[in-house]
């Protein structure tokens, strides 16, 4: 009996491993982990270090999942450094992180089961600090529209003259919730009013908070979400694409390294015949592997791809 109360007792005192601080659940490829000097394809079901960056191709898309719940969104072109990630804090729970975004456009979504978890999350955009407990949360750096664009977004006139010349611009948009920011000198200050949204122009001073059109929102929102029938794969998918069969390993090798370096996550099976299939796995859908298969025909040395479970 004595043995099995100190065994209990161990077994408390014994850590639990918590879930990842952030795991990859969604991609629409192409994409890339960059971890110290290395380059790799980001996989599904990959979990985020400390330093880690994440970079997006053309018409791509990363969904993360945060330790509390959270969803982290990734659109095209875009470029992302996780640091700081932390669950616990002065022995509490406490979901915290660093998200620092280089270019393109992100969102942070607290789902609604997640609000009532402990969160401290920091995101730098461009220039502005933006502190989130639980919100929703859209951002863009490297904007571009015409000034008659962003007059129709805000619903107000702007001073410039020229309505047709492009601004470029960092941006902000509070979709739901409350958060801080913080920009240049300027003192920090909150927004929590839901749609709104924060201007920072690269050639004049930042422009006030004020609320965003639906259209616009629309727009923006849509930038960073992961699009049906584009050949997305996703956590717990059980199709695959068959890209191509390699008549030695040295050829599939070559394919595989041709793929990975374009951003797209492949396996090598060997066949029995002495051959090689290379194949995307983890695709949600029969629509969302044709949908890839399409894609990459024609390309990298994939002339006639097939889809199966």
Known sequence: MKNMIAGF??????????????????????????????????SIGMELNDGDKLITGANARILLQAADGSAIKLGENAGLTVSDLAQQREGKGLFSA???????????????????????????????????????????????????????????SLADTDKEAKMDFDVVCLLEGKISVAHGSEAPFVMDQPQTFYVMRKDAPPLPVTGLADEQLAKWAAETEVTAGQGARRSGGKWKVQLLTANSERDALAAYDELGAAGYDVRILPLQDGQYQLRITQLPSRVEAEALAHKLTGKMGITAPTVGR
């Open 9 to 42: 007792f161990l077994l408390l005192a014994v850590p639990i491993y918590a879930a990842p601080n952030v795991v990859v659940q969604g991609i629409q490829m192409s994409a890339w982990l960059q971890r110290g000097a290395t380059t790799q394809p980001l």
């Open 98 to 156: 660093l998200l620092d975004v280089a270019k393109g456009a992100f969102r942070f979504t607290t789902a609604s089961i997640a609000k009532l978890q402990a969160r401290e999350v920091t995101v730098r955009v461009a220039g502005a600090t933006v502190g989130i407990r639980g919100t929703d949360v859209w951002g863009k750096v490297g904007g571009k529209m015409s000034v008659s664009a962003m007059e129709k977004a805000m619903g107000k």
